[in-house]
């Protein structure tokens, strides 16, 4: 019932959510550093990407509940910062348990089938594992933008030289 997207209403690109059936857009974020929406959680957060917490020029998502129109407008969010470095594209499974994420943002090109040291490749981090998988190493070029869809995951990739979703 509630879209979240990016806008600059007033100065930087901040989150913002408005109702589906239209009204005002209400300011969710507050000073966020190269900020991207991601998506929701299953628990109806919204999930980003900023550099805001990064000590390196990395990517780390981030999720908040978002505030009611009603809220006190200078109140931000309390967020929950996800602990993972250099994730920055990222889906829930069904149960909120397991995070599916690319790793490392956008290198900036849009060279056909890149294979150089900033490809993006999926991992996933499951609620009380110690560390990420890596799940698409067996592919030296990009595979981006997981999508979860009854109980599969699909993402976009060039492997077979043009990118598509597999």
Known sequence: KTVA????????????????????????????????????????KIIYSTREFATLPSNQLVTFTPRAREANPSEAPAIERIPLYEADQGAYSADGKTLFFTRLPFQGSFTKRYQGGF?????????????????????AGTS??????????????????IMNIW
Do not use: C, H
């Open 119 to 139: 490809i993006q490749q999926l991992w996933k981090f499951g609620a009380g594992d110690a560390e990420a998988t890596p799940l698409t190493t067996d592919f």
């Open 5 to 44: 997207f990016v806008g600059t209403y007033e100065g930087p690109a901040e989150i913002y959510t408005m109702p589906i059936e239209g009204g005002l857009p209400v300011r969710q974020t507050f000073g966020a550093s190269r900020i991207t929406f991601v998506g929701w959680t299953p628990a109806s």
């Open 144 to 161: 981006k933008d997981p999508m979860i869809w009854n109980g599969r995951i699909y993402f976009a990739t060039d492997r077979d030289g």
